[in-house]
């Protein structure tokens, strides 16, 4: 009929009954009823003949039937589940409801049974088109250090790195997979999280995620890659990633038909300063090294830390020999300045290694192996140096594996042995001395030289053992021989740098007299000059515990070190040997050295020893400037036990 309205479809009264939020438009959008549970969702007390748009971040059109995600006006933050149908030609009916994580948390759990127990430490629901957050459990702001309600004013983009972001959109779609997302707390804060997706509502793109904090085992994750790959004390590459850059760098060579060169240095006297100032002082040595040689690095050149006072350098795109040549010895110059750490000036050298690409090998570990020879060669011989590989350096340092082999097996089978020098009182001709020597008798090779089996045992840490063993047995050989009846004389053993900064060597040698009872008087422990400059407050109080046991000190290879006369005037120092490289020149200086010498030492009380004499004109030349003992080849070469017991018969 003209004029009439036309019906709701509706009734209002039914409206008011139902809990749910409904509202009735007509098809312009004018909202023309709903009930108290819409308009409390509203925030209005009434909205009829309003625009629902007014209300609502949505646009509003014809549709037969509409499922969207949108926002409320008045309360910003909030979105809402917005479903509506198309009633008929004249209405459109909306159902309204706010999107909380509690109202999923049950069906969540029916999806998510065997993530929920590790993975429920805080929940997200965001809009997959705008990353905007729509809501969120109190757990998870206080992760993020926001307030619940602040978090829901942010986006995904505003707690999670770009990266992990990228890298979490391109694999959203797989299912219970679990994303590891670097993020940032409000107050820049940066933590690791690991989430769970779950598509909450797939036609209007909601998704809900679990997040875990696992800071802690992600930080633990990537300290070990860290350790895998680089040096903690240096924090330069190690061993593993060198090997990597330096294979990439022969395949590179490979193809430009250039050469790559491998460096290896290890610093010189590291063992003694570590022996001597300890293993912290060690490690400071080792960082500031490290600092000194990152000044090397170029794009051409990579700087890495093998072991222990070793590194190693690698440079390509080389050119000739004598780019490799002015690269080692700038290496060798940036180490001529002391490093001081706390408080001592710590001079140190670097011997270095060389080998080549493709002549000394075409695999990385070849090319390590190679350096590494060469460099321990070149210790042996000059250090403060620099040698490039040659292949016999391979088969000697075989040899050398295979002498500290026989070494170890040779202290077992009590091969090693004892020769005594004299030491022979210029004035009387008598013999007031014995210097105890080592030797090693092999079975088959027969007598080893020394200096070819001592190095080995400094560097294996042997020679603590057969120090101890050398004492030994001079005390007892010469207590033996003060029980045969010949008249006592001085035993003299010569102590590694090593044994004298052992902390309870002063122990060690009272158990060693209290088991041979021979009387302190007669042993004589002698020490270079560089070992008690070294560390002096810990030599000097080292010497007076010696002296105050009443054993007696001297000097060995005077004149070969720092020769300071420091250390002539306040060490507690009984008798001073005068180096056999004296001896062995006729220059006028040698001769000027040798009287200085000898005066300054009578001068002070001391006793002096002429080493390496073995002429009739060496002999002369000795007495008549007074010096006070000989010992060399003039009078007698080492001799065993059994001779040295003939020679004394001799001179009784």
Not at 358 to 364: K, L, R, T
Request: charged residues 25%.
């Amino acid at each position: 009929m003209p004029g009439q309205k036309n019906v709701l479809p509706i009734a209002p009264c039914i409206l008011d009954h139902l809990k749910e939020a409904i509202l009735l438009t007509d098809q312009n959008g004018i909202i023309v009823t709903g009930n108290p549970s819409a308009y409390k969702l509203l925030d209005t007390e009434c909205a009829l003949n309003k625009r629902i748009d007014e209300f609502i971040d949505m646009s509003f059109g014809a549709f037969e039937e509409m499922h969207q995600l949108v926002e409320l006006y008045k309360n910003k933050g909030t979105f809402i589940e917005l479903k509506g149908i198309k009633v008929d030609d004249t209405y459109y009916c909306f159902y309204l409801k706010v999107l909380r994580i509690s109202d999923k948390v049950r069906e969540l759990k029916q999806y998510m049974t065997n993530f929920m127990a590790n993975y429920l430490e805080g929940i997200i629901i965001y809009d997959e088109n705008s990353g905007a957050i729509i809501d969120c459990d109190s757990n998870c702001a206080t992760m993020f250090r926001y307030t619940k309600r602040q978090l829901q004013t942010k986006k995904l983009t505003d707690l999670f790195t770009n990266d992990s972001l990228h890298a979490f959109h391109k694999n959203y779609h797989i299912q219970e997979f679990i994303h590891e997302l670097t993020a940032f707390t409000k107050y820049g804060d940066q933590f690791y999280v690991e989430m769970l997706q779950y598509p909450l509502l797939k036609e209007i793109m909601v998704n809900v995620c679990l997040l875990k904090d696992v800071t802690e085992q992600v930080r633990n994750k990537k300290r070990i890659e860290y350790l895998a790959y680089y040096d903690e004390l240096t924090d330069l590459p190690n061993r593993n990633y060198f090997i990597c850059v330096l294979q990439q760098a022969i395949e590179q060579a490979a193809i430009m038909k250039q050469e790559v060169a491998v460096y290896t240095l290890g610093l010189d006297y590291f063992k003694e300063i570590n022996d001597i100032l300890g293993y912290s002082v060690g490690d400071e040595l080792i960082r500031y090294s490290a600092l000194r040689l990152k000044n090397f690095l170029q794009s051409d050149t990579f700087v890495a830390r093998m072991a222990g006072d070793e590194f190693i350098i690698l440079q390509s795109g080389i050119n000739n020999k004598k780019e490799i040549i002015s690269f080692a010895e700038r290496l060798i110059r940036t180490f001529e300045h002391p490093i001081k750490i706390n408080g001592y000036d710590i001079y140190t050298s670097v011997t270095i290694g060389i080998s080549l690409y493709p002549n000394h090998g075409e695999e990385a570990e070849d090319l390590i192996k190679h350096a590494n020879l060469a460099m321990y060669d070149n210790k042996n011989k000059h250090r403060n140096n620099y040698k490039f590989f040659e292949p016999a350096i391979s088969k000697k340092f075989q040899s050398t594996i295979t002498l500290e082999s026989e070494l170890r097996e040779a202290i077992k089978d009590e091969q090693l042995e004892l020769h005594y020098q004299p030491q022979v009182d210029f004035q009387t001709d008598r013999i007031v001395g014995m210097e105890a020597l080592l030797r090693w008798k092999h079975p088959e090779k027969g007598y080893i030289p020394p200096n070819e089996f001592i190095t080995i045992a400094e560097k294996t840490g042997l020679i603590i053992e057969i120090g101890e063993w050398v004492i030994y047995e001079a005390c007892k050989q010469n207590k033996a021989w003060q029980d045969e009846g010949f008249e006592p004389f001085i035993i003299s053993v010569n102590l590694s740098a090593i044994q004298f900064h052992q902390k309870d060597l002063i122990l060690r040698i009272k158990h060693i007299l209290n088991r041979t009872k021979l009387d302190p008087a007669y042993l004589e422990l002698e020490i270079t000059e560089t070992m008690a400059m070294t560390n002096e407050q810990a030599a000097l109080q080292i010497l007076h515990k010696l002296r105050d046991l009443g054993i007696l000190v001297s000097i060995d290879d005077f004149g070969t070190g720092y020769s300071s006369l420091k250390l002539l005037s306040l060490f507690p120092i009984s008798k001073l040997k005068i180096d056999k490289i004296f001896m062995e020149n006729r220059h006028e200086e040698n001769q000027l050295i040798v009287k200085s010498i000898i005066h300054l030492c009578h001068l002070l009380n001391m006793r002096v020893v002429a080493e390496g004499v073995e002429t009739e004109e060496q002999f002369a030349f000795l007495k008549a400037e007074q010096c006070d003992e000989l010992q060399g080849f003039y009078f007698s070469k080492p001799l065993p036990p059994n001779e040295v017991s003939r020679l004394l018969t001799k001179h009784h």
